[in-house]
């Protein structure tokens, strides 16, 4: 097989932190741990430079349509939406807050670590750093719209089994029929073994109702509902 040949391309010093394509292929984010990143269009692979103050990129998804990128940052609750002003190739592109509310005053947490947009731009997972005793650990999942600037509503919290679980990973299935699907994968403290358990397990949305065992769902109104939860592995370490 022919390896093929790679052209390298190279914007400043520092370390890499995080590489996203867009859904169309049009555009490429790249960020360093220096709190710069970069803009990218395909086509000539032109970039352009941009900077945070709220610390360095923790995270970035793309939106469907891949008109837009929503970005975390370290030291920030709020994300940035760059929003794309015209087609590619141009980088014409607006940077906007996106504020979540509440991860500030239900959690108490002062950055988001984690997020995932579902294939339909309709569902957004987040998850953030500490938070006090009741929130700590769990997963915010907010309801999205985009018209075409994007507004958020919060739905509710996920939480994983045991106590002070903690996800490590989480990911939307993009082409799930039925509706949003969200894969999780974390550890949480057990009683009856060893310190941790690790699980995954697969939470399905539709309309605001969340079907799929043995872990708790906590409401905007702090209400707690039990709910089936499928696990796909349940390993004692």
């Not at 906007?96 to 509310?101: A, H």
């Not at 999780?184 to 399905?204: Q, R």
Request: proline share 6%.
């Amino acid at each position: 097989m022919d390896p093929g040949l790679g052209t390298p391309i190279r914007r400043g010093l520092g370390g890499i932190s995080i590489l996203k394509w867009s859904p169309t292929g049009d555009f490429f984010f790249s960020s360093k741990f220096d709190g710069t990143f970069y803009l990218w269009e395909t086509n000539t692979w032109t970039s352009e430079p941009w900077s945070s103050s709220s610390g360095f990129v923790t995270g970035a998804t793309w939106d469907p349509d891949g008109h837009m990128v929503l970005i975390a940052f370290s030291k920030s609750s709020t994300l940035g939406s760059v929003h794309f002003a015209s087609k590619p190739p141009s980088l014409d592109a607006h940077l906007l807050p996106v504020d979540f509310p509440e991860i500030t005053s239900l959690t108490g947490s002062q950055g988001i670590e984690k997020m995932a947009w579902d294939g339909t731009g309709e569902r957004l997972a987040l998850s953030y750093k500490d938070g006090d005793e009741l929130y700590k650990g769990l997963i915010a999942v907010y309801d999205v719209k985009r018209n075409p600037l994007i507004s958020v509503s919060l739905i509710g919290f996920i939480r994983g089994p045991g106590e002070n679980p903690k996800p490590l990973a989480f990911s939307f299935h993009d082409k799930f029929k039925q509706g949003p699907l969200l894969s999780v994968h974390g550890v949480g403290a057990v009683a009856f073994a060893a310190p941790t358990l690790s699980f995954s397990a697969l939470m399905f949305f539709h309309k605001q109702v969340l079907f799929a065992g043995r872990s708790s769902w906590i409401s905007a109104t702090d209400r707690s509902f039990r709910v089936r939860l499928e696990f796909l592995t349940a390993n004692e370490e």
